[in-house]
């Protein structure tokens, strides 16, 4: 995979194009050679999963959720893997 970047001036494609390309890599999409947007490939998520990654909420949960697994300690992703029978994808 290998990233572009491409000045917003530029950007003169429809936008289903560049999903279409982004599965070679990200596009990062600048303004005056700073960094304002990005399309990337979506793997294995729904709309469900991308909607929480982007609620300042749900992360702030997911944030305390880990400073309690450092400081209380619990199980690890692997030792839960092993009592449910999962696999190590």
């Known amino acids: 995979m290998t990233m572009r970047t491409i000045d917003i001036a530029e950007a003169t494609q429809p936008l ?23 399309v990337v490939s ?12 982007e609620s300042p909420q ?9 400073e309690r697994q450092k400081r209380d300690g619990g199980l690890s992703t692997d030792e839960m893997r092993q009592r449910l029978g999962l696999s190590h994808e």
Do not use: C, K
Request: proline share 5%; no cysteine; glycine share 4%.
């Open 16 to 38: 289903a194009e560049y999903a279409q390309e982004a599965d070679h890599g990200p596009i990062v999409v600048t303004m005056n050679g700073r960094p304002i947007a990005v």
């Open 42 to 53: 979506v793997e294995n998520a729904d709309l469900e999963t991308i909607t929480l990654s």
């Open 58 to 66: 749900f992360l702030a949960l997911i944030e305390r959720s880990r």
